[in-house]
């Protein structure tokens, strides 16, 4: 039985699969197995999957399409390990990234993350996943707030959770498809503490078709996080959940606005549940987050 096993989940990532796997094989940790869980690719992922011959690596493929959050149980479920490590088929670990991670194992540990940082077609860093603590210390210990406080700041290829406590919550529910990561950090973080390796370990890749790009997805990436704020409302300080709620419900409602179909619900849901104001102030936060860049060096550099 490996300590960990590393959870990859392939939908068509011929593209960039060979390099997210070779930093798979480049770890300085060894003790673990990988679970490739295709769903149903139509490019050249098995290809490329075949070409290893490592025996840790052990590929599936789905017998049916099914939305990400499926998609991740049907991998965890064949999983050995005591910790999953999730990475995703366009990213890329840096060579000590589970060797840091393993050494912060406490008893009382459910997370253990690290440092992320985007990275275009250039190979150039553009900044950290976590805008929000791009310029301090990532959070330990009791993150359960943090998680509203300031969203998904967990990039789901820099995570590590541990097993026993997926399987405690019985997985991913069917109704969470495309916010699996949150969901698991959210429920987790409320029995467990978290550790963080400050240093880089992950580099996310931006390209187009990231799946936050996505039309199709770009409804629920916005909708399960709502959700999953409204099933935890009673642990929340009610501030901090009444201010969640709101801008969940105005990004939702900006991407129903969009479309001719569901404009009108988008209308309804900004005036009921949303802002205005939050919404207009969008574009001066992103400015002035690209300022502060060149202004102040981040905790990385």
Same mark, same amino acid.
């Given at each position: ?27 300085? *940790?060894?003790? =673990?197995?990988?679970?490739? =869980?295709?769903? /149903? ?6 290809? @490329?999957? #075949?070409?290893?011959?490592?025996? #840790?690596?052990?590929? *599936? ?9 499926? !998609?991740?149980?049907? +991998?965890? /479920? ?40 985007m990275f275009d077609r250039s190979c150039l860093a553009l900044r950290d996943y976590d805008y929000f603590h791009e310029f301090m210390p990532l959070p330990e210990g009791d993150i359960f707030t ?19 406590? @997926? ?28 550790? +963080?390796v400050q240093d880089i370990i992950c580099r996310y890749r931006v390209h187009p078709g990231n799946m936050t790009k996505s039309p199709t997805h770009r409804f629920r990436i916005h909708k399960e ?15 901090l959940a009444s201010y969640r709620k709101m801008t969940y419900s105005t990004a939702l409602a900006f991407e129903e606005l969009k479309h001719i179909g569901t404009a009108a619900s988008g209308a ?8 205005? !104001? ?9 400015? =002035? ?13």
């Open positions: 039985m490996p300590l960990v096993t590393i959870i990859i989940n392939i939908r068509n990532g011929a593209e960039y699969l060979r390099e997210a796997l070779d930093s798979v094989l480049s770890q300085t *940790f060894r003790d =673990w197995e990988a679970v490739i =869980w295709d769903d /149903c690719s139509t490019d050249d992922s098995s290809e @490329v999957v #075949r070409g290893y011959t490592d025996r #840790r690596i052990r590929y *599936f493929l789905s017998p049916e399409e099914t939305h990400l959050g499926r !998609a991740r149980n049907n +991998a965890i /479920c064949q999983a050995t390990g005591r910790w999953l490590a999730f990475l995703d088929q366009d990213d890329i670990w840096t060579p000590d990234k589970l060797e840091k991670q393993m050494a912060l194992v406490q008893d009382d540990v459910g997370i253990i993350y690290g440092r992320t940082v943090e998680l509203f406080r300031h969203a998904c700041f967990i990039a789901m290829s820099s995570a590590v959770l541990r097993r026993s406590a @997926v399987i405690d919550l019985g997985g991913i529910p069917d109704t969470v498809q495309v916010a699996p990561d949150y969901y698991l950090y959210v429920a987790i973080a409320h029995r467990y503490s978290a550790r +963080a996080p709502l959700e999953i704020v409204r099933s935890w409302e009673p642990y929340l300080d009610p501030a309804r849901r900004l005036v009921s549940d949303g802002s205005l !104001a939050w919404l207009l102030s969008r574009p001066f936060v992103r400015a =002035w987050r690209f300022t502060r860049r060149r202004l102040q060096r981040s905790y990385f550099s």
